[in-house]
């Protein structure tokens, strides 16, 4: 009893400290069975299932391996990773075959390191098929939100003062929880390091797991000098929304060539009739002088 009330104190405490610290997080728990199924192993050779998993924007990572062998004789178990072959299980599902005190089942819990594919494979030595029940379950935890912009193309590459520049990408939210409103800001970064804004994108949502398109046209202003430019992308640079990885919300990406003023004609106009104008005016100021003589 007093060890429940101490519970219950230490609960009441951490929801009061928590909001004021804003240091400790209290992660959305999430449980995912990837495998449930049952495996016919033939005699003297092996079966294997796979399943992929995403770490990003997941923390507290536990997968769950559960087995157990039909016949009551045992198999041999090994599970690896696609990347690195690293073997993070290797075990039996029993004892000895004769052994009273054989359990006939397996289960073991691992970390997974990386995102990626992972392979469960039963072996059985024997000279006669088995059959084993397997089941996998994924259990990790989501604190916030998690996005990542990807660059998609700029064009044109070459750009006159008061011509439009084109930049699409695409924002990807990796984590199982959305993100509220944020803008997207969209900079042309100099040589030297100096920014250029040149639009600014709110956005309302990003849904769990979703990827949004963005496509931004805007005109190059005079204030941007000439020069060599590359294309900087933020996320949410005010900090609208805690994340995950505040890390990787900044791409650059793209060149772009701001060549300044344009040498082509203004619209309307024709090459030369600035000459032509002078010219009559000077004739209509001789002419007007003659009359006056």
Same mark, same amino acid.
């Given at each position: ?17 928590? &909001? ?7 992660? #959305?728990?999430?449980? !995912?069975?990837?495998? =449930?199924?049952?495996? +016919? ?29 039909? =016949?009551?004789?045992?198999? =041999? ?7 690195? %072959? ?25 970390? &997974? ?10 072996? $059985? ?6 059959? /084993? ?15 990542? &912009?990807?660059? *998609? ?14 930049? #699409?990408?695409? /924002?990807?939210? %990796? ?8 803008? !997207? /800001? ?5 040589? #030297? ?7 600014? !994108? ?33 996320? #949410? ?9 505040? +890390? =990787? $919300? +900044? ?6 060539? *701001? ?10 106009? +024709? &090459? ?12 209509? /100021?001789?002419?007007? !002088?003659?009359?006056?003589?």
């Amino acid at each position: 009893m007093i060890h429940f009330r101490f519970e219950i104190f230490t609960i009441a405490v951490l929801a009061i400290l928590v &909001p004021a610290l804003g240091v400790l997080s209290i992660y #959305d728990t999430f449980e !995912i069975e990837l495998i =449930n199924e049952r495996l +016919t192993v033939p005699a003297e050779k092996y079966s294997y299932v796979s399943f992929n998993v995403s770490l990003i924007g997941k923390t507290q990572n536990r997968i769950s391996v559960d087995l157990k062998e039909i =016949n009551e004789k045992y198999v =041999n178990i090994y599970l690896f990773d696609e990347d690195s %072959f690293r073997l993070y299980m290797e075990g039996k599902s029993a004892g000895p075959v004769f052994s009273a005190r054989a359990e006939k089942t397996y289960s073991k819990v691992f970390i &997974p390191e990386h995102s990626g594919n992972y392979y469960l494979v039963v072996e $059985n030595r024997d000279p006669f098929k088995k059959t /084993v029940d397997v089941r996998v379950v994924w259990k990790y935890g989501v604190s916030a939100p998690d996005l990542f &912009p990807e660059f *998609v193309g700029v064009y044109p590459s070459e750009v006159f003062w008061g011509e439009k520049l084109c930049i #699409d990408f695409r /924002v990807k939210n %990796f984590s199982p929880m959305k993100a509220e409103a944020h803008y !997207i /800001v969209i900079y042309l970064e100099s040589e #030297d390091g100096k920014l250029f804004e040149i639009d600014r !994108i709110k956005v309302d949502t990003i849904l769990a797991e979703e990827t949004k398109s963005f496509s931004s046209e805007k005109l190059v202003s005079e204030n941007i000098p000439r020069g060599l430019y590359r294309v900087k992308i933020v996320v #949410d640079p005010l900090n609208e929304i805690e994340e995950y990885n505040e +890390t =990787n $919300n +900044t791409i650059y990406v793209g060149k772009v060539f *701001v060549k300044g003023e344009s040498q082509t004609p203004t619209r309307g106009t +024709t &090459p030369g009739f600035e000459i032509f104008a002078s010219v009559a005016a000077l004739a209509s /100021v001789s002419l007007l !002088i003659r009359k006056l003589k």
